[in-house]
């Protein structure tokens, strides 16, 4: 049993919580012993509510679930972790979470709060209308980063932010597109589904891929950029970027063996080959360059 709800908590999808780490990294912050401690702990306490988040959504996708080829396997679905089992874990975890949030810092508790709060409006209600579901996800990586900044006391760039809301958007609608190419009944499966179009999909992909490699070029070469990491050649990391995205886009809507293209991206050596490149060139130029 604690298997299976270790496998609810979802360890897998807890990368996404790197982004809480991201103000650390682009505010050269990263040598700083404290500024890491406060980063790593505001990693875990938003790992462990994101897996409630976890647990919620299946407790109420349970039936949803059950008609899925893959989902019904999930341990909720399957009777692995029985239903009562789960709600008292939430009943549990969620306000120690909370409380170690507030005595880290209070403005990160609010942010945590506030990414649960929606999770829940999410999971009972907003995730079933198209589109505003994929806004959503893309405001749940804008809490993540603005979290971490609340928990080092450094202030969100609205360049990191604006970045980070136009990836979400991107991978979010990648990932719908490629659940409608290969739902048997998409309705059945996410009820949201049934009001996206796959062409209008794929055209929002291009779009939104077109965009953010843009706005990561522009951000690279903002006066206000170069003044504060004093350089000038953030602008030849874009390369790296843009071959993580169009590897992304290949995923999303040729690649249908996949449960999930952000599952795929993880376990693609492409992908992540561009990914850690990206991660160590602009290292070096911000912090040796």
Not at 45 to 74: M, T, W
Not at 134 to 158: T, Y
Request: hydrophobic share 55%; with cysteine; glycine share 4%.
């Amino acid at each position: 049993m604690i298997l299976a709800l270790v496998r609810t908590l979802r360890p897998r999808q807890w990368v996404k919580n790197s982004f809480v780490a991201a103000p650390l990294f682009f505010a050269l912050r990263l040598l700083d012993p404290q500024s890491v401690q406060r980063t790593v702990a505001a990693v875990a306490l938003f790992s462990l509510i994101s897996g409630c988040v976890y647990v919620l959504n299946d407790l109420v996708d349970v039936e949803a679930d059950r008609q899925h080829p893959k989902k019904r396997h999930r341990p909720i679905a399957s009777g692995a972790l029985p239903v009562g089992v789960a709600r008292s874990f939430l009943v549990v975890m969620v306000p120690l979470v909370v409380a170690l949030s507030l005595w880290l810092e209070p403005m990160f508790a609010a942010v945590l709060g506030t990414y649960f709060v929606l999770n829940v409006a999410y999971s009972l209600r907003l995730k079933k209308i198209a589109y505003l579901d994929v806004l959503l996800i893309a405001l749940f990586f804008i809490l993540r980063v603005l979290a971490g900044a609340f928990a080092i006391g450094v202030e969100a760039s609205p360049w990191l932010l604006g970045c980070t809301f136009l990836l979400a958007l991107f991978l979010g609608f990648g990932k719908r597109a490629h659940e409608l190419a290969t739902a048997h009944d998409a309705s059945k499966q996410r009820a949201a589904l049934a009001r996206y179009d796959l062409r209008s999909l794929r055209w929002i992909l291009h779009a939104l891929a077109g965009a953010v490699v843009l706005t990561y070029a522009a951000y690279t070469r903002s006066p206000q950029t170069i003044a504060a990491f004093g350089t000038d050649a953030l602008i030849y990391t874009v390369p790296l970027p843009l071959l993580a995205i169009l590897r992304f886009t290949h995923l999303a809507t040729r690649n249908q063996d996949a449960e999930s293209p952000t599952d795929q991206m993880l376990r693609d050596p492409m992908f992540m080959t561009a990914f850690g490149l990206y991660v160590l060139t602009t290292g070096a130029l911000l912090y040796w360059g």
